[in-house]
DNA sequence: TCATGATTAAAACAAACGTTTGAGCATAAA
DNA sequence: TTTATGCTCAAACGTTTGTTTTAATCATGA
């Protein structure tokens, strides 16, 4: 009876399914289009199970996002502080590249760890751009800490900036990432005699170049 | 009789009061949300007006299209070629930063064009990220030629860069730029300190400077 | 003045939405 | 066995969606 949600093997799985279905199409076609009955048709699951164990659709996207982006902010957290770190312990103040990085490359690296993540990771460029305020605001509550936290550590690498530029520079950096984390795959038009860079690694130095020269313009 | 759609000054006004309010709703929450009956009320019209002016819902986004897109791209189309044949002239290769200039001014200029030029704009970002497919297709469906003159002309500028990666910083570039596009008042986690800067100009110019410098990393 | 076509109004349509209900089934504790 | 609990299921709930229909109203040319 008590660890019975971990005995009830049917239980465990109907709701991480039904997780993982609504991850899917929720980083496919929105929060607002991706219907309960879509998701738990893809999750094999009937479609009362999504209020039986999360309580209504907007609970479940709560419950997507404390899956994978409590961890991935803690990465993120955690990186960004080491960068400050040893920023101080040499005396020296943190280079804009090396934050970036420290956010950036957990960020597009989390798309390796498997297709769950992978779709989780389309799913945050997706819902920055929800025009649906709870869904958004959701995702904005837990990310405004650690966007402080970039914003803090970029401040002191480019103390010549002033704050206001510095923001609108590291929204420009934002939109720029999260547009890229929307494109899975057929979404630009595409270019035929342009080779799609598909390798996470090379996009990822990509960007945070792109971005650094952004920030440091003169 | 031949005439009578523009004599009849009731039935022009209902179509154009339409397209207002469709913008204005479009824009503010996407264009699955807004439904017919919201638009038709802000409107002040029937609901059935739609269908009899437009035909169908998506017809409806067309014609807001249509409306304001075809006049803006034609500007930027034209200055995108100015810019090409000034370099021409002038024995040279054209420079990233006119070349942005050329796209972005244009654009953000269009929000100082009346209040619902300003709709439309953040309406042109939020339909670059929509999810639906059938929204975004009649975008880029307009889009499109203007995207690869855009490209052909930051090639010619920038004849160092491979294609691929000059695709994917126009990619970061577009996703800057259409993330400021679609942050209308409230949207981004408001830094109390910060001034929020409205100039559409001095935005223009941060704009171009960050995308420029973006463009040119080394 | 009358007829005609354009426009509006009100109502209804089927479909899809999120949510709720109540019965049924399994398993663990008493 | 009996009781209780966690879970699943089919069915229905009341709204809201885009679209269609039918009748009424309006402006205009003959």
Redesign the pocket.
Known sequence: ?IQ??D??K???N?KEKILDAAERLFARVGFHA?????ITGEAG?????????FG???ALLEAVFERRLLPLNEIRRTRLEAVQETARKEERRPTVAETFRAFIEPTLRFRDEGAGAREFIALVGRILSEPNETARNIFIQQMEPLFWLLFETLHTALPDLTQDLLFWRLQFAIGAMSHILRMTGKYPPLPNEIRSEKDTEALTERLIAFATAGMEAS
């Open positions: 009876m019975s949600r005995i009830n049917a239980g465990r109907t991706a219907s309960l009955r879509a699951a009937n479609l009362a199970a999504v209020n039986y164990h209504s659709k907007v």
